[in-house]
């Protein structure tokens, strides 16, 4: 079965804008899961924007776009390892 997860921003990020990493690492924990059940998992997921402002120390969202490489790279880092585990 493919499972498509989707995760949005409040979902990912404290109230000040940081990146919860604990989410992250139940979310790749559950997926993780399901694969080793052999499902297949799309993620698909928000929070760049949020994490650019905090990464940035911005007050408000900027008007231009913001790069998507920090969400980019937790979750490949997160999950790759956790699904790496149970293959």
Do not use: E, N, Y
Not at 25 to 54: E, W, Y
């Amino acid at each position: 079965m493919k499972i498509v997860v989707k995760i949005g921003t409040s979902s990912l990020t404290s109230d000040d804008g940081v990146l919860r990493h604990d989410v992250v690492a139940a979310v790749a924990d559950q997926i993780s899961h399901a694969k080793t059940q052999g499902h297949d998992v799309v993620l698909v997921t928000s929070g760049a924007v949020a994490l650019g402002i905090a990464g940035l120390r911005l007050d408000r969202r900027p008007t231009d776009v913001l790069s998507s490489t920090g969400i980019v790279c937790s979750w490949t880092t997160t999950v790759d390892g956790r699904v790496r585990k149970s293959i």
